[in-house]
């Protein structure tokens, strides 16, 4: 659903996606310019990232991500980070949509949320110790996450302030109310709740105690509240996994078993009328308006996923909408059947899995991706991707290996099949991207990629969404190590 969004004109935004925009090539006269091979890496290679340069906590072995703009500039962001204070990593696909404001927003602070949620009382006093230190002596936030910035990424220096103001907030509640055993489920669900409160609170500090606008209005923070954004988000810990969604982004874990046979499994929920229980959900949420709620497959006939943080038109207090809408003149944001508000929660469901020998990879991705593939061709596209790298290395027999011709023979063969399919991009997660646009019946269509790619800004949203893969690998030895169970315990919270 495409909304009017406020966002304050900057440089810093603008040359975000000016490289991206000026590949969209058409001649005059409609005719559309064919892209050369060059032009397409381009295109495709330009938001690359790997771990290549970081040291990464194990399990996790090596990561990779890429994005592809449909919007301009791109809605989706993408996030990895070490949580320096309680351990392990988070990885995440951010989804936005009606702007860029919100999944901004995200990118900069759901981290340090999660790394806060996740400190037992100890930790937390120590961290409010040194935030009033800082305070103090007027110096830096203290660090507690070490995250990772992509091609195109950029941070918004006003809202730093307000970031650290509401975070110090948080830490302090957290103090006073620490958590009494560990639960990480509930803890990852008080990260994602708070952080969408606390946006909303940002917003609604644009009215004064008689709902009247004030004059200094930051638009950042309404950007940020009128636009809206979905979650897939993992947090690894040593061999325990957790998934958090909210929305309609997915995760999903990749395996092999011992006869060389690759699996599956979709780790997060659809948060869409696809999904029965969401609308049994709203409907006890809201008792008598079960032919409003969801209208024309849509939450208020507007918003597609039912859960999602921002998105406040669905959250405040209809006079409060009221106010702020009319003072921006935005009022054809104000949804129908509005009557029982809030309709929209950030609250996300959390998959557990214990990781084991037989897992490889995770698999994170917006819905744009998924538009185009399933969970099982875009494992294989992995897989296929993993097997062709491995057939780029140089052959080689150790001395006294005892290997006899026929064995020999068949290595070679296996080498041969797998070199036929070897990747045209070294980064895993663009040869997805690529082979999801440009796939056939006859294998790729440079052809087909082309068009697609080089459609202008305005097709391109029409054609197809903004889409983010990020990919994680396990490290097989250690989990062999730590934890061999042949199977995975699972469970949803």
Request: glycine fraction near 6%.
């Amino acid at each position: 659903m495409l909304f009017t969004w406020i966002i304050p004109a900057g440089k810093q935004l603008l040359r975000t996606s000016y490289c991206y925009r000026r590949l969209h090539l058409q001649v005059p006269g409609g005719v559309r310019a064919k892209l050369t091979l060059q032009q397409i890496n381009h295109i495709l290679r330009l938001r690359e990232a790997t771990s290549a340069d970081t040291e990464c906590p194990p399990p996790i072995k090596t990561y990779e991500a890429s994005q592809l703009a449909a919007n301009f500039p791109i809605e989706d962001r993408c996030l990895e980070a070490k949580l320096l204070r309680t351990g392990g990593m988070l990885f995440a696909v951010i989804d936005g949509h009606g702007g860029p404001g919100c999944a901004q927003a995200l990118s900069e602070r759901l981290a340090d949320y999660v790394s806060v949620a996740l400190m037992d009382a100890d930790s937390l006093q120590r961290l409010a110790g040194e935030i009033d230190s800082s305070a103090n002596a007027n110096s830096e936030f203290p660090i507690i996450v070490n995250r990772k910035l992509h091609p195109g990424d950029y941070i918004i220096p006003s809202q730093r302030s307000n970031h650290y103001r509401w975070l110090g907030r948080y830490v302090r509640d957290r103090v006073q109310s620490p958590p009494a055993v560990v639960d990480i489920p509930a803890q990852l669900k008080d990260a994602f709740l708070r952080l969408d409160q606390d946006i909303s609170a940002s917003g609604l500090e644009t009215l004064d105690d008689n709902d009247e606008v004030v004059k200094n209005v930051s638009l950042e923070n309404l950007s940020c509240c009128l636009s809206g954004a979905v979650v897939s988000m993992a947090y690894v810990n040593d061999c325990d996994l957790y998934m958090a969604s909210t929305g309609d982004a997915m995760g999903i874990i990749a395996s092999i078993d011992e006869e060389g046979i690759w699996s599956s499994q979709v780790l997060t929920a659809q948060h869409t009328h696809k999904n029965a229980q969401e609308l049994q959900r709203l409907y006890e949420q809201h008792p008598g308006e079960e032919s409003g709620v969801v209208v024309a497959e849509r939450l208020l006939g507007q918003l597609y996923p039912l859960r999602a943080f921002g998105d406040c038109q669905y959250k405040w207090p209809a006079e409060q909408l009221k106010a702020i809408l009319k003072h921006h003149m935005l009022m054809h944001m104000f949804p129908q059947n509005y009557h029982t508000p809030p309709y929209l929660t950030a609250e996300p469901e959390i998959t557990y899995h214990r990781l084991h020998a037989n897992n490889r990879f995770i698999l994170l991705s917006s819905d744009g991706l998924f538009d185009f593939l399933n969970d099982e061709s875009a494992t294989k596209l992995v897989t296929e991707h993993m097997s062709g790298r491995r057939a780029l290395q140089p052959f080689s027999v150790p001395p006294n290996s005892g290997a006899t011709l026929a064995e020999l023979n068949l290595r070679l063969k296996k080498r041969m099949i797998a070199q036929s399919k070897k990747p045209d991009d070294a980064n895993v997660a663009t040869h997805v991207i690529r082979h999801a646009l440009g796939r056939s019946e006859t294998g790729l269509d440079m052809n087909k990629l082309s068009r697609t790619l080089s459609a202008s800004v305005e097709e391109a949203r029409y054609q197809r969404d903004d889409m983010t893969v990020q990919i994680a690998f396990f490290d097989k030895d250690y989990l062999r190590l730590f934890s061999p169970m042949e199977t995975g315990n699972r469970s949803k919270e």
